[in-house]
């Protein structure tokens, strides 16, 4: 760039110069051109070689001139380059600003529905600890329910014992008559041997659960009653009807003698079953632990009939409702065929039943003639209900 200003700076001196010269032969007269002329002369030849370097100078110039077009048109270019590069940085810085926002409206997004979710998941867990505690109410609930009637548990044991020992004809054996410084709860004479009915429930420092795994414990603690020649090897503990259904096994086998585990419910028909072995007179001659297996064995018989009676009579009373209930939601000439069908079905049979048709009112009073007498030998029967 210096060296293009020197060379204009030279083109102008050049012309300058020469602008002189002419301007003084100009204004030279005759004689001036003549006594000058070898001045002149010299300053023409000094031009003329100035017109030599000018000749240079030009094409320089012209040769500097190229290359400051070719940098012009670079520097357009360059600027072209730039504003396509600024127009992009815009874009850029546009895009920029949208993704800024998008991750700005993501970020509130995200944190609101973490919000939303740790609401949730406290939610969850204040109902599951809600859930938790009233779990744990209810059954504090439950378990203070239970130590009301557990308190009196052993004096309703005795006083239940007691009550159907009169109605069967038994005799009832309490602590104080009991022959042996042991001293079961309760006890009743069989053929001249104790069976012990051994209350037992929790005691106010223990929850159901603690009982319960303490059963194995009280179990054991009944072989002192075995060492008595006149006890029965079966020893039965009473424990609270709330507390049956949760406790794993009813029988446990300890060898030289059994525990059972029961509740006032069972009593009856084990003291019916005790007193219907009283009236056998085939057992004398045998040995008391002949005459136990025998009799566990009869028992088992006479448990699993009466059972079995039970059993019919409710599902007697619950296939007669059904019976009734279709009687009343059919209507009287849909009824009338089905009872006409039932009678042909009743006398295509090889044996008639004592000429009895099979009316629901004669099945009705089949099923409480046979209630009844299954009352009478103390087998539990679904209750009657009164016909509105």
């Given at each position: 760039?210096?060296?293009?200003?020197?060379?204009?700076?030279?083109?102008?001196?050049?012309?300058?110069?020469?602008?002189?010269?002419?301007?003084?032969?100009?204004?030279?007269?005759?004689?001036?051109?003549?006594?000058?002329?070898?001045?002149?002369?010299?300053?023409?030849?000094?031009?003329?070689?100035?017109?030599?370097?000018?000749?240079?100078?030009?094409?320089?110039?012209?040769?500097?001139?190229?290359?400051?077009?070719?940098?012009?048109?670079?520097?357009?270019?360059?600027?072209?380059?730039?504003?396509?590069?600024?127009?992009?940085?815009?874009?850029?810085?546009?895009?920029?600003?949208?993704?800024?926002?998008?991750?700005?409206?993501?970020?509130?997004?995200?944190?609101?529905?973490?919000?939303?979710?740790?609401?949730?998941?406290?939610?969850?867990?204040?109902?599951?600890?809600?859930?938790?505690?009233?779990?744990?109410?209810?059954?504090?609930?439950?378990?203070?329910?239970?130590?009301?009637?557990?308190?009196?548990?052993?004096?309703?044991?005795?006083?239940?014992?007691?009550?159907?020992?009169?109605?069967?004809?038994?005799?009832?054996?309490?602590?104080?008559?009991?022959?042996?410084?042991?001293?079961?709860?309760?006890?009743?004479?069989?053929?001249?041997?104790?069976?012990?009915?051994?209350?037992?429930?929790?005691?106010?420092?223990?929850?159901?659960?603690?009982?319960?795994?303490?059963?194995?414990?009280?179990?054991?603690?009944?072989?002192?009653?075995?060492?008595?020649?006149?006890?029965?090897?079966?020893?039965?503990?009473?424990?609270?009807?709330?507390?049956?259904?949760?406790?794993?096994k009813t029988q446990y086998q300890q060898g030289s003698y059994d525990v059972w585990i029961i509740t006032l419910e069972q009593i009856p028909v084990m003291l019916a079953h005790f007193k219907e072995t009283m009236n056998y007179n085939d057992f004398?001659?045998?040995?008391?632990?002949?005459?136990?297996?025998?009799?566990?064995?009869?028992?088992?018989?006479?448990?699993?009939?009466?059972?079995?009676?039970?059993?019919?009579?409710?599902?007697?009373?619950?296939?007669?409702?059904?019976?009734?209930?279709?009687?009343?939601?059919?209507?009287?000439?849909?009824?009338?065929?089905?009872?006409?069908?039932?009678?042909?079905?009743?006398?295509?049979?090889?044996?008639?039943?004592?000429?009895?048709?099979?009316?629901?009112?004669?099945?009705?009073?089949?099923?409480?003639?046979?209630?009844?007498?299954?009352?009478?030998?103390?087998?539990?029967?679904?209750?009657?209900?009164?016909?509105?």
């Amino acid at each position: 760039m210096d060296n293009t200003k020197s060379e204009i700076y030279s083109l102008k001196n050049i012309s300058k110069n020469f602008k002189d010269f002419l301007n003084r032969i100009k204004d030279y007269g005759f004689f001036q051109r003549l006594f000058a002329w070898k001045l002149l002369k010299k300053e023409a030849n000094n031009l003329l070689n100035t017109l030599d370097n000018l000749s240079d100078l030009i094409n320089e110039l012209s040769n500097n001139n190229e290359k400051l077009n070719d940098s012009l048109n670079n520097n357009e270019k360059l600027k072209t380059d730039l504003q396509e590069e600024n127009n992009k940085n815009s874009t850029l810085r546009e895009e920029l600003a949208k993704l800024e926002a998008t991750r700005e409206d993501r970020k509130k997004s995200y944190e609101s529905k973490m919000k939303e979710f740790d609401d949730m998941v406290t939610r969850v867990n204040e109902r599951e600890k809600q859930k938790e505690d009233d779990k744990e109410k209810n059954r504090q609930d439950i378990e203070n329910q239970r130590r009301i009637s557990w308190q009196t548990h052993e004096d309703d044991v005795s006083s239940f014992i007691k009550d159907q020992c009169r109605i069967y004809g038994i005799e009832y054996i309490g602590p104080e008559e009991f022959p042996d410084k042991l001293k079961p709860d309760n006890s009743i004479l069989i053929s001249d041997r104790y069976v012990i009915f051994d209350a037992k429930s929790p005691k106010d420092s223990e929850d159901t659960s603690a009982f319960i795994n303490g059963i194995n414990t009280k179990v054991k603690q009944q072989v002192k009653y075995i060492k008595l020649s006149a006890v029965k090897k079966d020893i039965y503990l009473v424990v609270p009807s709330n507390l049956y259904k949760e406790i794993p096994k009813t029988q446990y086998q300890q060898g030289s003698y059994d525990v059972w585990i029961i509740t006032l419910e069972q009593i009856p028909v084990m003291l019916a079953h005790f007193k219907e072995t009283m009236n056998y007179n085939d057992f004398d001659g045998l040995s008391p632990e002949d005459r136990d297996a025998l009799v566990k064995e009869l028992g088992a018989y006479a448990f699993n009939l009466r059972r079995k009676l039970m059993i019919d009579g409710y599902f007697g009373k619950q296939f007669l409702q059904i019976l009734k209930n279709t009687k009343n939601n059919l209507s009287e000439e849909l009824y009338n065929e089905i009872e006409e069908a039932v009678k042909n079905l009743g006398d295509s049979l090889p044996t008639k039943r004592s000429g009895k048709p099979l009316s629901l009112d004669s099945v009705d009073q089949d099923i409480k003639e046979i209630n009844f007498m299954s009352q009478q030998i103390g087998i539990p029967t679904p209750p009657e209900k009164e016909e509105s």
